[in-house]
């Protein structure tokens, strides 16, 4: 059986087409997100004295996390998600997004390996960071900034490693854009962002302690 993905003489033996629409994809997965931002944010107001910028970076912990978690984490276990006849939410999710780089139905083994670690080790820590500002913890930015380097590293090497293989893993300029492009986006300028903050109140601490000890 034929496949949609890009380049057309990849080998996919056993592939399943999808059963669920973009639009039925697309609209389950913004409406999730969008309900786990809403409520972190609720719940936010109650710890205290939060300012909005530590309401928002909790946001975005919750979010990035659960992604890493509940959405890289089933690809990364699931070889063969594109074989399924009964598949879940999760399978058809990575079999649209494969639309837009092909790397992952083919299980190309960087892509799963950057993966794996983003899902077992940045997921769990990007929940430990919403705690750790909510609780005002001594290490929130000491966290928040190597949790945001290895998402950046992640990202480099994403991109990188599609350049070097040949940049042909899309199936249209859509998919380039939306999926390869602007999906990934988010996880390098947010990033960059945190950790330039973190960066700046890490150096503020220290010098700080330096002034007291004088």
């Known amino acids: 059986m034929g496949h949609p993905y890009a380049p057309a003489e990849l080998d996919l033996p056993g592939f399943v087409p999808l059963k669920l629409s973009q639009a039925e994809i697309l609209v389950s997965y913004l409406g999730a997100s969008l309900f786990v931002l809403l409520a972190v944010w609720l719940v936010s107001g109650r710890c205290g004295r939060l300012s909005k910028t530590d309401r928002l970076l909790m946001c975005w912990w919750a979010f990035?996390?659960?992604?890493?978690?509940?959405?890289?984490?089933?690809?990364?276990?699931?070889?063969?998600?594109?074989?399924?006849?009964?598949?879940?939410?999760?399978?058809?999710?990575?079999?649209?997004?494969?639309?837009?780089?092909?790397?992952?139905?083919?299980?190309d083994a960087a892509t799963v390996t950057v993966e794996g670690i983003t899902a077992v080790l940045e997921?769990?820590?990007?929940?430990?960071?919403?705690?750790?500002?909510?609780?005002?913890?001594?290490?929130?930015?000491?966290?928040?900034f190597a949790v945001c380097l290895g998402q950046l590293y992640g990202?480099?090497?994403?991109?990188?490693?599609?350049?070097?293989?040949?940049?042909?893993?899309?199936?249209?300029?859509?998919?380039?854009?939306?999926?390869?492009?602007?999906?990934?986006?988010?996880?390098?300028?947010?990033?960059?962002?945190?950790?330039?903050?973190?960066?700046?109140?890490?150096?503020?601490?220290?010098?700080?302690?330096?002034?007291?000890?004088k």
């Open 123 to 144: 997921g769990p820590a990007s929940l430990l960071a919403v705690y750790a500002i909510g609780s005002r913890k001594s290490f929130s930015h000491i966290l928040q």
């Open 155 to 213: 990202c480099l090497v994403y991109f990188i490693t599609a350049y070097l293989d040949g940049f042909n893993f899309w199936v249209g300029p859509f998919y380039f854009w939306a999926y390869f492009i602007g999906a990934n986006s988010f996880w390098i300028w947010i990033p960059m962002l945190i950790a330039i903050r973190s960066w700046k109140e890490i150096c503020a601490a220290f010098q700080a302690e330096k002034v007291k000890t």
């Open 64 to 107: 990035t996390g659960l992604t890493h978690i509940m959405i890289e984490g089933p690809f990364v276990f699931t070889p063969d998600f594109f074989k399924k006849e009964n598949p879940n939410f999760f399978d058809e999710v990575w079999k649209e997004y494969s639309k837009g780089d092909s790397r992952y139905v083919a299980r």
